[in-house]
C-alpha cells in the first residue's frame, strides 16, 4: 500500500470553551481552497447552532469512523474530518482507516441559524480533548459554532502552531472516488419512522473484533426492516451491521431512517454497497458501507473506465473551471454550459471525483463539489489494474479482431468480448467476481487500444468539412 504523508498545521487546537453568550465551539482549520485561492486558515461559518447537542453527537460519530478500522481495531492515530462549505450548508466527511466506511454530515441551513457559510474545502482539527468535550455536552443549550479563525483572531495569533502529520494512503483518495461511483447508482430502498429506527438499528450487533459478521439481508415489511436468509426482491444488503455503531451518537436525535441502494434482483446472491442515512433536525448524518467488511472501496473498480478515457481526461479539465463549490451540480447544467452531452459530462465527474473533487449526496441525487489536497493524477498512477492495462498495451500484448481481442499476458492468451455493452474475459478474475468490481485489466487494456485505434482511424481519414 502506498503512503505518503500530509502535514496539518492549526493555530490552535480546537476546543469547546466558556463565552459570554453561551459555549463555542471552535474549529480550526488548516490548508483548505476556497473561491480566493489556498488559505492556510479559511473561514467558512460564525454563528449558532439551532441543535447544537445533535451537531455535536454528528461530528463525534464522523470522528468514530475516521478512527476506526472494522477488519482490525487496532487503535491508530486519530484523523481530522474535512469539511467544506458549499454555500448554504457544512459537509464533515471521513473514510474510516480499513477504506470500508465512508461517513459524512451534512449541516444544511435550517441547522446553521439560517447563516450562510463560507465556500471552500479544508481539514478541522477534532482532538482527543475536543471529543470529550463533545461527549460531556448535555441539553440543548445555545451552541455558538466557529469554523475556523474570523479575521480579528487572525491579527493577534502569537505564532504558535499545532502541527499533525498524517498517513495518507492511495487506497483512501481511491475510496473517495468509488464510494462516489457506487451511490450515485442508489435509489431510495426503505424509510422507516423514527420509533422504528432507534428500534432497528438498536438490535443490529455491535462486535467489532477480527471476525467480521458478514453481509446481512433485510426486506421492508410494513413499517421496519425484518431479517431475511437470503436476497430476495426488494432486498437490501446490509454488508457488515456492526459498522452502523457510530449511528448510536445521534438516535436520541433522530427523525427517521432512510436506506439507500442498488436494485437486487432476486436470487443474487452477492453482497452490495449500501447507504445508511439518519435524517436529524437540520441535518443528516450517512454512513456508506463498502460490500463486504473485509473488502474496502479501493478495490471496487467503478472508475477505471473514467480513467482509462483521455476523453474524460480533456473533458475533467474543462468541466473542473466552471464548479464553484454547489451544494447540488446538475450535469444537464454542464452540459449547456460546456458544450458536452450529458453522458460526458457524467464521465467527466467521475474522473473529477478520482482527485476528490467531486462527492455523491443520495439525499439530493446530485453531485457536490469539494477540493481534496490530491494530485490529480495520483489515483490514476497507483490503481494496479490500470497501471497493469497500460503495460499491456504499451508491450502490444492486444489483439484487435472480429469477434472480439485476445491479450497475451505471462504465457497465456485471454479472450475478451463484448455482450450487452460490457467487456467479459476469460482470466480468473472476471470469473471470481463477474464485472461487479470493475473491468480486468486484460478488458481495460482491449478497451484502451481500441480507442487509440479508433483515434488513429480518424486522423487518417478525416471527416470533410460542409455538408455539400
Known sequence: MTRSMQALAYARPSTLESSADGPLLGLETSGGLTPVGAQAHPHFFSGFLTSPHTAARGLLAVADVAAARYVDPTPRPLLDPVVTGNGDRLRFESFSGCCGVYARLDVLSAGLDGRETGRGTTNVDVNNPLRDALSRMTGDSPLHLRVGPEELAVTTLDGSVVEKKVPLPDRWLRGFAEAQVATAGFDLRAELSATEAVRF????????GRASLGAKWVVPAGKTLRP?????????????????????????????LRVYGPATPGGSNSPTSTAWEVVLPGMRLTLTLSPDTRRGFSGEGGVLEALATEEAAQDAELISVLLAWEPTIDPADLASRSGLSVARVRAALVR???AG????????????????PYDADRAERHNPRLV??????????????????????????????EEDGRLRCTCAWWSDHLGQRGPCKHALAVRITRREATVSATADHPVSGAAR
Not at 438499528?201 to 467489532?208: D, F, M, N, V
Not at 473533487?357 to 481534496?372: I, P, S, T
Not at 492495462?389 to 481481442?405: F, I, M, N, P, W
Open 201 to 208: 438499528l438498536r438490535s443490529l450487533p455491535t462486535s467489532t
Open 228 to 256: 431475511t436468509t437470503r436476497p430476495v426482491a426488494g432486498a437490501v444488503c446490509l454488508p457488515g451491521p456492526e459498522r452502523l455503531t457510530a449511528l448510536r451518537r445521534v438516535l436520541r436525535h433522530a427523525i427517521a
Open 352 to 354: 473529477l471525483g478520482t
Open 357 to 372: 473533487r467531486v462527492g455523491y449526496d443520495v439525499a439530493d441525487a446530485a453531485y457536490f463539489h469539494r477540493e481534496l
Open 388 to 417: 497493469a492495462a497500460r503495460k499491456l498495451v504499451s508491450s502490444r500484448a492486444v489483439a484487435l479482431h472480429a469477434e472480439g481481442a485476445s491479450v497475451t499476458s505471462g504465457e497465456r492468451v485471454y479472450q475478451v468480448r
